[in-house]
Each structure stands twice: as structure tokens, then as C-alpha cells.
């Protein structure tokens, strides 16, 4: 009679492994070597520097989108919402992303699921050029529900002391530039999924589950010229939240409405679950994923560095907080 193993009790080792050696595979071409992979823990040679600077570090995660995900059954972009909602908050402060690391944690390893996962999150270093160094993967059976799965991430970044972003420059009469969502990014999902039903969500699969805009490579390509006082990430708390984050105690923000395209998904959202206006904007990032306060004698070249940039309104004295009118 054979004993109680660890695979019995619901830990499968060997699929960890197959799922270690498919990384591995799928990072072999990076500028750190694979053998990092796997190891008790990754090394990563800081950048030469010129002078002193800082390493920048953050988490998150990807939130109950997760849920759209399972529903839809499909898991090949959530790697690169982990990646965004954290490499997005390092350029906030004129970081370049370094390394990333990510937490998969499942009640059973379906490792063709977790491959799909963290491909995405690979495409995602690679987006926004910096290497996925490592991670943990963990099998808890009992404490997930079966298909699901929690993902977190980590980032670290370094910002020479002559290229910190802190808003501290910030004075009226600056220019509020904004760049575009892909949707609603990697927040709001908990009100996402009250509002519309399960036949909904997967109608509207495409446009929930679009993978968060990584804004990397343009911002610090943006960045290297003058004009870029302060960056917002515009995530959970939306707009009143994370704006007044980078803008000095004495000033306020004006945004005019119309002043760029709300995305069709926010109107739907908003006109099926009854949502006020107010709440939206605290919510949601309504069609704008990263908001920079410029100078005003430079916002016309700093816009002319993105694509799709749009002006949104400008830093005022006095008051608190942001006025949308």
C-alpha cells in the first residue's frame, strides 16, 4: 500500500517544474541569463551611471479582472496588465524599469493556463524593456476556487538624481497633457462586474479584457527632452485620487471635458449600471491611462513626442484637487 504523497494532497512538483523549464525556454534569449530562472534568486547588474540616482521599487496586481479572464477563458494578457500597472507607476517618477518579478499563485497548476500567464507577462518586460528576472509559483489546493488563480507583481527601477519626476517644478499655468487608455486598464472591475451580466461581460469580451497600455519606451523617450514637470498613472482612485498625488499643496487642476474621446465602454457602463458622473471619474480613467504636467512653453513639443496625446486643461493657484467643468 503506497503512502500519502505530496501530489496526493493535491501538489503536483513535477508540473512546477515542466512549468520552470517552459520559462526558462521562453526567456533564454534575454540580456540576463536564463539560468537566473529557477534559481533562490535572480541577479541583475545596475546600470553604469554618470552620477547618483535612485532605485525605484513597486507591486500590484491585476484585481478581479482576473474574474473577466476565467470567464472568457483566456489568460494571454493579464501577464501584461501585471507588468503595466506596475512599470507604468516607475516612469512616474522617471524610472526605467530594470527587472520584474511576478507571483502565480493556484489551487491546482494547469500548466498550460500558467504558460499563457506568463508569456504575457514576458511580452510585457519585453514591451517596456526590462527582464523578467524570476518569480514564485504556488500551488495551494483548497484555498483557490478550481480555473482561478491570483497573480502579483513586482518592479524595480533606476532614475538618475538629475532625471527625478516630483512635481515639485509645478506652478500655474502648466499645461495637463493626457495619453490614451486602452479601456479600463486593470481597475474598476468589482463595479465592472455588478453592472453588466455574464452574457454582457463575454459580448463585450474584447473591450474588457484589452491588455493595459504599457507607456514606457515613449515617456522616457519624452523625458529626455525638458517640459515634463510631473507624471500621473491614472489607476485605482481615477481621477480626484491620483492627480493631486504629483501636484504641490497650493495648486489645483482644472480639466475640461471634451477634451479628449471618452471610450464608448465607459458610456455603456455608465448609462446600464446608473453610475454618477463623480463616481466615474474616482473610479475609472476614462479613456486618459497617463496624465503629465508640462511646462507651458513646452506642452506643444512634449504632445508632438506621443502619438495620441491630448490637452486636457491646466494647474491653477489656490484651491485643492481636480475641477472637471
Not at 470567464?71 to 501584461?80: A, C, E, Q, R, S
Not at 497650493?250 to 477634451?259: E, I, L, N, P
Not at 449600471?273 to 496624465?291: C, Q
Request: net charge positive; aromatic share 8%.
Amino acid at each position: 500500500m503506497s503512502g500519502l504523497t505530496y501530489q496526493k494532497s493535491g501538489v503536483d512538483i513535477d508540473a512546477g517544474n515542466e512549468l520552470v523549464r517552459r520559462i526558462k525556454r521562453m526567456t533564454a534569449g534575454s540580456k540576463v541569463s536564463s539560468k537566473a530562472i529557477g534559481g533562490f534568486s535572480g541577479l541583475f547588474p545596475l546600470p553604469k551611471t554618470s552620477g547618483p540616482g535612485f532605485l525605484s521599487g513597486c507591486c500590484d496586481g491585476v484585481g478581479t479582472k482576473l474574474k473577466i479572464a476565467f470567464l472568457l477563458n483566456k489568460h494571454d494578457t493579464v501577464g501584461i496588465d501585471l507588468v503595466a500597472m506596475n512599470v507604468n507607476d516607475l516612469i512616474c517618477v522617471g524610472a526605467k524599469p530594470l527587472f520584474f518579478l511576478d507571483y502565480f499563485a493556484c489551487g491546482k497548476l494547469e500548466v498550460g493556463i500558467a504558460e499563457k500567464v506568463i508569456e504575457g507577462i514576458y511580452r510585457g518586460c519585453e514591451e517596456s524593456g526590462c527582464t523578467l528576472l524570476g518569480g514564485e509559483t504556488a500551488e495551494m489546493p483548497g484555498f483557490y476556487l478550481h480555473g482561478e488563480y491570483d497573480l502579483a507583481g513586482f518592479a524595480v527601477g533606476w532614475a538618475p538624481q538629475k532625471s527625478i519626476v516630483d512635481g515639485k517644478k509645478v506652478k500655474a499655468g502648466d499645461v495637463l497633457l493626457g495619453l490614451p487608455s486602452s479601456g479600463f486598464h486593470s481597475n474598476g472591475y468589482s463595479l465592472v462586474r455588478k453592472v453588466f451580466s455574464e452574457s454582457e461581460i463575454r459580448a463585450l469580451g474584447a473591450e474588457l479584457i484589452a491588455p493595459t497600455y504599457i507607456y514606457v519606451k515613449p515617456v522616457l523617450a519624452a523625458l529626455k527632452k525638458s517640459g515634463i514637470k510631473a507624471i500621473a498613472h491614472i489607476t485605482g482612485g481615477g481621477w480626484y485620487e491620483n492627480i493631486p498625488r504629483v501636484i504641490p499643496k497650493g495648486f489645483s487642476v482644472r480639466v475640461r471635458k471634451g477634451s479628449w474621446p471618452v471610450l464608448d465602454i465607459f458610456n455603456k457602463l455608465q448609462a446600464k449600471g446608473g453610475v454618477d458622473e463623480a463616481e466615474m471619474y474616482r473610479t475609472f480613467n476614462m479613456g486618459i491611462g497617463l496624465v503629465i504636467v508640462a511646462d507651458k512653453a513646452r506642452a506643444d513639443a512634449v504632445r508632438k513626442s506621443f502619438k495620441e496625446c491630448y490637452v486636457l486643461g491646466q494647474i491653477e493657484k489656490g484651491g485643492e484637487g481636480v475641477t472637471l467643468q
